[in-house]
């Protein structure tokens, strides 16, 4: 197993070799080049996976515009977790920004590996929890933020995006124009 | 203990008599009458609980102005639990708005409880994901649904809603005038 999955797995539990290999054998990695699809729209969401290499957004389709909501970076785990959860169809696109791997897990394999390794039961309720602060703050900014301050939380929290990340998207992200987020980006200079 | 909270936690796993009995050890009930507060903005956020009766809304409270992000109904779970996981303080209000009760943990207790009773990591998990599940979908609904879409989908899950909580709070649910209500109302009856 890759050790940056090691380490984030490290976070939460401690995991034998053992237990590691067993894991390990369920994973597969995927590769993708920049523009490629982890999930588009009505795609089924039968795998979790974890950002090895690269980034990528994640959006809905609205009357032909993209809504860009958030981006998946290295290190963070990506799934449309509701849609794999109830096994309903995916409702916004998840693609990949740059050439990027993810290393998947299907759902039957993580369901059975619950069994095996109760333990697992551990990290997964520790990942969700970590998701569902994640979205929460996210909902929560929505409407007790202003962009600007929105902005300057991305840019706290990910301090390199605006080098890989179009402006158009951050914009897009934040709810506004891009003139505006120009405007923000001056005031901030 | 209560047989509300029995079925809740039996629809996610199944516990002996023995093991019911340890968890329930843990529990407190609290009793709030009309208008009083489960969670106050600033507050920490040390319990988690399970409405046995009543009904609660959660809050924003903004330049003085309640903007109601959402309902806890009799047999849901209740919490901050983002502020409950992290140990932060609440930036949002949740108040009975009938004479309630809720069972409670607290933090402390479920965590040693985890100890004792692995098995509840697997419940927790499945709370956890039931809720991320909720939160997502409203988080995705704001995005992609009109305010029509929302009242509908609201009323279809708690078709008794309009009977118990007043129009402007469902107005200000649903990001809407209660005039704008009216007009939605008034073309679906």
Redesign the interface.
């Known amino acids: 197993m890759k050790e940056n999955i090691k380490n984030a797995f490290s976070e939460y539990i401690k995991l034998t070799e053992t237990e590691l290999l067993i894991l390990s054998e369920s994973l597969i990695t995927k590769h993708y080049k920049k523009g490629e699809y982890f999930i588009k729209e009505k795609d089924f969401c039968d795998y979790v996976g974890f950002v090895d290499k690269g980034l990528f957004n994640f959006f809905?389709l609205?009357d032909g515009v993209e809504?860009i909501?958030g981006f998946f970076f290295m290190n963070d785990f990506i799934s449309n977790?509701?849609c794999f959860?109830?096994g309903n169809k995916s409702?916004?696109y998840i693609r990949a920004l740059e050439n990027s791997s993810i290393t998947l897990i299907h759902k039957k394999d993580l369901f059975l590996l619950?069994k095996q390794l109760?333990k697992l039961?551990?990290l997964?309720?520790s990942i969700?929890?970590k998701?569902?602060?994640e979205?929460?703050?996210?909902?929560?900014s929505?409407?007790?933020k202003t962009a600007e301050e929105r902005y300057l939380e991305l840019i706290n929290s990910e301090p390199d995006i605006l080098k890989i990340v179009p402006q158009y998207m951050i914009a897009s992200y934040l709810g506004i124009t891009p003139e505006g987020l120009s405007r923000i980006k001056k005031r901030k200079s």
Request: cysteine-free; overall charge neutral.
């Open positions: 809905y609205i809504h909501r977790y509701p959860l109830l409702k916004f619950y109760p039961q551990e997964s309720r969700v929890e998701l569902y602060i979205i929460s703050e996210k909902y929560e929505f409407f007790i």
